[in-house]
């Protein structure tokens, strides 16, 4: 090498000392700096001037110079040192992790002079590393399924909340496709999945169904991020999955208990209405035998004629009654005695396994077209007052189908259905026993007057008590159910004052117009969704009872509420018509027929149609008349079948 080219070097190797990032110093076999560069000095604090000459251990912690004197003697044994890690102390006394490479100085004799060091400081890098530690343990420790996935789909990582969820160990998953944990149908949703991800968006929170190793299928909420790598290139996706089917078992038993409810209010509902024991039976059968998912079920009971024979009916849901015909009822089996003595449920996974039933029970002998029920829930109906009226049956033809749910679902039916037999047979006494009727109905319904006057107290601070939901919800329904027992019970409660004789009237001299007024600002309040249209001329002044006047007025709006409820549009008329008033209430509903405007201002009697799907005791117009009759007034109807009805009373005109 020439002096020139030796020159040269120099100048460039002094360059590279002077520019690089890395600090680079050098110190003698006495721990003498003798080079410091720019960057040692931004690294350690020390100027050049500052630290050359000065000791080396200068930037070495106390604890670390005996690692210092070790490395020297490997220095001076001519070794060098790769990317030692360490700690380094800098002029304001912090201490910082380095990462420092040490080279023995040799003289052109070779012989070691001192020794030169690279550092870098390594602390960006030590928390990138903790980070990494600290979301590895994340991963691994996280009860969620956490996946790497490439954009092929090939599975890259798997954790242990991987392996606990799908079965799969870390082995057997890593190198698969993806696809393994995909149920066929639901392939396509990986690549709607891959596209998002290849546009750089996330899938948050997609509920979806996946397969483990084992073949069951989990519900899951998946999330779903690209990876990008150092340039912001999407690479692959990481998959966070959560295991929701224990969520979405209690959301489906909801659902499912919200329903049974319904049917279960709807069943209690529709046979209170009822009053006819036939229409009761079937509702009940037909609906409980949908309500637990039953093949067939039956409510077989006893029932005495006039004559007192006894004999027993029953209803079918689900099966014609042709397919039990030939059979004895109750069936030749002392399976069911216990529920034909009022012993309690008898429930079967499977009949032809139990000894009792016997080897010429029906089941064996049914054609092979008829039902061949296996699984059997049966459930006495037992009166308020301990008499076994009959059963509820339901049978299944797969085994095992009946379980304690459904059991504790029947009994609640069998209780109400046994009250709305009692109440069916009440009734049709009370029809029948004319005698007694009255007294009957005097007593009765003042008995129930009490009870339903604190009912309704407890349930209005109850719905006040209870915040919005539910309960709440449940509370107001229960409050208007009681309003309409209250009506009944009411119009009961007249009815007995009347045919006693003990309706008292009060009458007062007063303008029916105010009191029109009032009755038509309550109706709007409560019924929002009609239209009342009223026409009142001038004074329209009575001498009446105006409660029962109101009474009156209140009832035939009502009646056009509750039969002519699609048709929302109600006209009072009140005009002076020489020396009467008249009042008329005209809705836009079906109607009456001829035959039935001669009948209902008696007592009891209600329109056939009517009966099945309206509360009510055809008492209301039978009331009002007697009211009316009792003002020297008149009560009566005009329709036309199919274009509503309206009714009219007059009443003699005051004059003083
Ligand atoms: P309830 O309403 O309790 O049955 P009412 O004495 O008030 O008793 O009515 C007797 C019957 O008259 C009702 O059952 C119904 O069939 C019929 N009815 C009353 N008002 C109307 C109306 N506006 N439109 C059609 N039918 C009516």
């Known amino acids: 090498m020439t002096r020139l080219q030796h020159s040269q070097e120099l100048l460039t190797l002094q360059s590279i000392f002077e520019g690089i990032d890395d600090a680079i110093f050098c110190h003698d076999l006495d721990m003498r700096i003798t080079h410091w560069n720019p960057a040692a000095e931004q690294l350690f604090g020390y100027s050049h001037e500052e630290i050359i000459d000065e000791s080396v251990y200068l930037l070495i912690p106390e604890n670390r110079q005996q690692e210092k004197s070790d490395i020297m003697r490997d220095i001076i044994a001519g070794k060098r040192i790769g990317q030692f890690k360490t700690i380094r102390r800098t002029m304001a006394g912090l201490e910082i992790p380095v990462s420092i490479t040490i080279s023995p100085i040799r003289d052109p004799e070779g012989q070691v002079i001192g020794s030169s060091q690279i550092a870098r400081s390594i602390i960006e890098e030590n928390a990138a590393e903790e980070k990494q530690a600290r979301l590895a343990a994340i991963v691994a420790s996280s009860d969620d399924a956490i996946v790497g996935k490439s954009l092929q789909g090939i599975i890259t990582s798997w954790n242990i909340g991987a392996e606990n969820m799908f079965g799969y160990t870390e082995q057997e998953a890593i190198g698969q496709h993806i696809s393994l944990l995909i149920p066929p149908d639901r392939l396509d949703e990986e690549d709607v999945i891959i596209e998002n991800i290849r546009a750089g968006k996330k899938v948050d929170h997609f509920q979806t169904i996946r397969r483990t190793k084992g073949g069951q299928q989990l519900h899951i909420s998946l999330t779903v991020s690209p990876i990008l790598n150092k340039t912001g290139e999407i690479i692959g996706a990481s998959k966070i999955a959560r295991n929701i089917t224990a969520q979405k078992e209690a959301e489906r038993s909801i659902a499912k208990s919200m329903e049974r409810m319904e049917i279960l209010n709807s069943i209690s509902k529709s046979i209170n209405e009822d009053l006819d024991l036939q229409h009761i039976l079937q509702k009940v059968t037909d609906a409980t035998t949908r309500l637990i998912g039953a093949d067939f079920g039956a409510f077989i009971y006893n029932q005495v004629d006039q004559a007192g024979e006894s004999s027993w009916l029953y209803t079918i849901s689900g099966a014609s009654k042709a397919t039990f015909e030939n059979f004895p009822i109750p069936r030749n089996t002392a399976v069911f005695q216990q529920t034909f003595s009022g012993e309690g449920v008898v429930r079967i996974d499977d009949i032809t396994k139990d000894p009792r039933y016997g080897k010429n029970s029906p089941y064996f002998g049914m054609p092979e077209e008829y039902l061949q029920v296996v699984s059997y829930l049966a459930v006495p109906v037992i009166t308020h007052s301990g008499v076994v009226i009959g059963g509820l049956f339901f049978g299944h033809q797969e085994a095992g189908i009946f379980k304690k749910e459904h059991e504790d679902l029947v009994v609640t039916v069998a209780s109400q259905a046994a009250v709305a037999i009692d109440n069916s047979r009440l009734f049709e006494e009370v029809k029948n026993l004319s005698d007694k009727k009255d007294e009957f109905i005097a007593l009765a319904s003042h008995e129930l007057k009490t009870p339903l006057t604190s009912m309704s107290g407890f349930l209005q601070v109850l ?73 009142a001329d001038g004074e329209l002044l009575v001498s009446g009872d105006k409660m029962r006047l109101e009474q009156v007025l209140t009832n035939l709006l009502g009646n056009a509420v509750k039969y002519a409820p699609e048709a ?47 509360s009510g005791l055809g008492l209301g117009l039978y009331i009002s008349k007697d009211i009316i009759d009792r003002h020297g007034g008149r009560i009566w109807v005009e329709s036309t079948q199919g274009h509503g009805a309206t009714f009219t009373f007059a009443l003699p005109a005051f004059t003083n």
Do not use: C, W
């Open 463 to 535: 719905q006040r008590a209870v915040p919005d939901g539910t309960a709440k919800i449940f509370a107001e329904k229960a409050l208007n159910q009681l309003a309409k027992l209250n009506e009944l019970v009411n119009d009961l409660f007249d009815i007995s004052k009347i045919q006693a004789g003990k309706l008292q009237l009060n009458f007062e001299p007063f303008d029916l117009s105010n009191l029109l007024n009032e009755v038509a600002d309550t109706f709007e309040q409560a019924h929002t969704a009609y239209h009342l249209k009223m026409s």
């Open 568 to 614: 929302n549009e109600i006209t009072i008329t009140a005009i002076r018509i020489g020396s009467e008033i008249h009042i008329s209430v005209k809705d836009q509903g079906p109607g009456i027929s001829i035959e039935n405007q001669q009948q209902i201002f008696s007592q009891f009697y209600r329109v056939k149609e009517h009966e099945r799907n309206t």
